[in-house]
């Protein structure tokens, strides 16, 4: 369990997220598998949230990333499920469906199991951020129980959203 300093440490970097998507009319929506639904929970819960955020598809499973994002299986057979060319593709799914200003999409191991390699262990996460008509690919290694990991993965997008929405406020 993470300790209350760290969850407040979240809820900071998620209201601040918010306040700057409402003060720029922004909408936000997530693809997700790693965090199965904590990124969106996070997001959902946020004061302002019901003004910015449209919604989540979670998509933990490669068949569901497949039908419902259209993520071509000689695509994942090729690089994983977990991986930064298969979360690129998540990211268009997700776009071309929902059809947000801002869309993130996160893949990753959280546990043994799935594609884990030396060069890829569990820890590794990779996401994907839409935005004016660019797309910002990030990796990352974390440690520890699956539930930090997936903590950790939705603190890094918030930052990384922060450091994208700064310009537009400054």
Same mark, same amino acid.
């Given at each position: 369990m993470?300790? &209350?300093?760290?969850y407040m440490e979240l809820n900071r970097?998620?209201?601040q997220v918010i306040k700057m998507l409402s003060a &720029? &009319? +922004? =909408? /936000?929506?997530?693809? %997700?598998?790693?965090t199965g639904g904590y990124l969106s929970y996070q997001y959902s819960i946020a004061e302002g949230s019901n003004a910015v955020y449209l919604g989540s598809m979670v998509? !933990?499973?490669? /068949?569901i990333k497949? =039908? +419902?994002l259209q993520v071509d299986p000689k695509l994942i057979e090729q690089f994983t499920a977990e991986s930064? %060319?298969?979360? %690129? =593709?998540? +990211?268009?799914?997700l776009m071309h469906i929902i059809h947000p200003d801002i869309g993130v999409a996160v893949t990753g191991l959280c546990s043994p199991g799935s594609s884990e390699t030396q060069s890829?262990?569990?820890?590794?996460?990779?996401?994907? /951020?839409? !935005?004016? +008509?660019e797309t910002f690919h990030y990796?990352? %290694? &974390?440690?520890?129980s699956p539930e930090k990991i997936v903590h950790q993965t939705v603190e890094e997008i918030s930052e990384a959203l922060i450091d994208i929405l700064s310009p537009v406020n400054a």
């Open positions: 993470q300790n &209350n300093t760290q970097k998620v209201s &720029n &009319n +922004l =909408k /936000i929506a997530f693809a %997700e598998s790693v998509c !933990y499973n490669p /068949i497949q =039908k +419902l930064k %060319e298969v979360t %690129e =593709k998540m +990211l268009d799914g890829k262990p569990v820890g590794t996460v990779f996401f994907a /951020i839409s !935005y004016n +008509l990796r990352f %290694e &974390n440690s520890g």
